[in-house]
């Protein structure tokens, strides 16, 4: 867990050196946007899924992504009103 960038300049490090023997299930983001480029490094450094998490500090607002890409709002952390009607309830799949 921890912030794309850092991960992403972990997974730099990782296939530079051609090391392959760091192989978690997964690797969870949050604290920033992860960028295209950076998910793409990290999930072939470590090779499995990278999954961001959106939200603050507090948890007031928490949202998962989940392997099909959605976002899942964290109900035991956060109560959230979604003002969107194209949203499907459950996931933020909106475009």
Sequence with gaps: CGY??????????????????????????WGETALQFQRESIERAFGC????????GERTGHLL????GSYHVVPETCLI???????????????
């Design 65 to 68: 992504q989940c392997e099909a």
């Design 49 to 56: 899924r990278m999954y961001s998490s959106y939200g603050n």
């Design 4 to 29: 794309p960038s850092s991960i992403h300049l972990m997974a730099l490090h990782l296939l530079e050196s051609g090391r392959s023997d760091i192989r978690p299930k997964g690797v969870f983001t």
């Design 81 to 95: 009103e979604v003002l969107n009607a194209r949203c499907r309830e459950g996931a933020f799949t909106c475009r």
